[in-house]
Each structure stands twice: as structure tokens, then as C-alpha cells.
């Protein structure tokens, strides 16, 4: 084992045998984030928890006794942060999951295996929601194509769609976070959530890998909209 530039052991997997080069780069790229390490010391599903620890932490979106929907939850570190931070492990708040992967059971999580794409997943939402939502979080990414122009209109799409869902289903005051890519959220979203909500930043958390595009729309203060239209019912 080598050592990195910081110092600590790093982990080389051998190839041979089946293992693709992606793989084999994937594996190693596990074996050697911190936060991959930390989040199994933790007790977290993932090293995404601490992406939102570290937005929460700073921006204060998840307080006990709200509800919050978490839109691609699988394997569930978002819906632990979240079950944690609201309360409803005790009760005291809501936090409805899905995702298109099972998910084993999270305590203080309601979850559902759904595609958030398919037509009548928002309103077997809503009735699992059974009310308006404070929060509502998106870490879901598209299917990659490798077709850069398709990728992002893709991820675009995703985000599009989830923006729609929060404004149809958020009380007054309440924050939208998603996750977006490269330059971040487009000028035709980024208006629209202008629209909506009276701050919206562009965050890159710690724990998002500095070789990744990855970056997060915080979207605070939902000026209500539709929002003032009755929740629709399953």
C-alpha cells in the first residue's frame, strides 16, 4: 500500500480475473474516501448523510416536527439525517421516502418502492404524505447514456420534475434541495425557483468528491403559489 498526499495508507485493488478497470477504479475509490469510513463508524447507509448534515448544518432546513419527502432515498442516508433532525423517530415530525431500489426499513421512515417518474407516483405521495410537506429533498440522478448532451437533458428533466412536485405540495416557507450537475441548476429552472422561493444558492458540500461535477440547488422560503391550491388526493 502507498500513501496519498495526505499522508494515509491507500488501498490498491489488483486487476485480473473478471473485474472491469471501472471497477476496479470504483473499488478503489471505496476503500480509500474517508467519508466512506466515517459514515460506516457513524452508523449512516452512506456517505451522502453527510452531505446533508453538512447543508443542514449551515442552512438549518430540518427542525423537529416537520415533514419532509426524500425523492430517491435509496440506500437511506438522507432519511436517517432526516429522521434524526425532525424528530420523527420520536413522533414528532414526518419523513416519507421512495425510490426505484428497495430500501431496508429505516426507523421513523415511511418508504415506498416507486419511480418518481411513473405518472401516478406523485399521488400515491400525497396520500402517503397525508398533508403538505416543510421539505422536500432530491439526490435522485439519472441513468447515465455517456451521450453528455442526453445526460444532462436528462438530469435537467429530473430536476424539472421534482421542482414541480415540491411547489405542488410545500407549506408557505418551506425548502426545496436537489441534486444538480456541472454549471447547476439550468436558467429556465433557476427562474422558475426564483419564482417560487425567495432564496436559491448553488451549494457544493465538503463530502460531494472534488473530482465530481456534483453540486446542490438549496432552494429556501416557498412563497406558497400553488402551493395555496388543495393537495390533491390518491
Not at 25 to 54: C, F, H
Not at 60 to 73: E, I, Q
Amino acid at each position: 500500500m502507498a500513501k496519498d498526499t495526505t499522508g494515509r495508507l491507500r488501498v490498491t485493488v489488483k486487476t485480473g480475473g473478471k473485474r472491469k478497470l471501472s471497477s476496479k477504479l470504483w473499488l478503489e475509490r471505496q476503500l480509500n474516501d474517508p467519508y466512506v469510513a466515517q459514515a460506516k463508524r457513524d452508523g449512516w447507509r452512506s456517505r451522502a448523510a453527510y452531505k446533508l448534515i453538512e447543508m443542514d448544518d449551515k442552512y438549518r432546513f430540518l427542525k423537529p416536527g416537520l415533514t419532509v419527502v426524500d425523492l430517491g432515498a435509496a440506500p437511506g442516508g438522507w432519511s436517517q439525517v432526516a429522521a434524526k433532525r425532525v424528530g420523527s423517530v420520536e413522533g414528532k415530525g414526518r419523513v416519507i421516502a421512495i425510490d426505484l431500489l428497495e430500501m431496508p426499513e429505516i426507523v421513523g421512515v415511511t418508504f415506498a418502492q416507486l419511480d418518481f417518474l411513473d405518472a401516478d407516483a406523485p399521488e400515491k405521495l400525497i396520500a402517503m404524505m397525508e398533508g403538505r410537506a416543510d421539505v422536500v429533498l432530491s439526490d435522485m440522478a439519472a441513468n447515465t447514456t455517456g451521450h453528455r448532451k442526453t445526460d444532462q437533458l436528462r438530469i435537467v428533466g429530473l430536476v424539472e420534475t421534482a421542482a414541480a412536485f415540491a411547489a405542488d405540495v410545500l407549506r408557505p416557507g418551506g425548502t426545496f434541495v436537489a441534486k444538480v450537475f456541472q454549471s447547476g441548476a439550468d436558467a429556465d429552472l433557476l427562474a422558475q425557483l426564483k419564482r417560487d422561493f425567495q432564496t436559491v444558492r448553488h451549494v457544493k458540500p465538503a463530502a460531494s468528491r472534488q473530482d465530481s461535477s456534483e453540486r446542490y440547488v438549496l432552494a429556501t422560503g416557498f412563497r406558497g403559489g400553488s402551493a395555496g391550491k388543495p393537495a390533491h388526493s390518491a
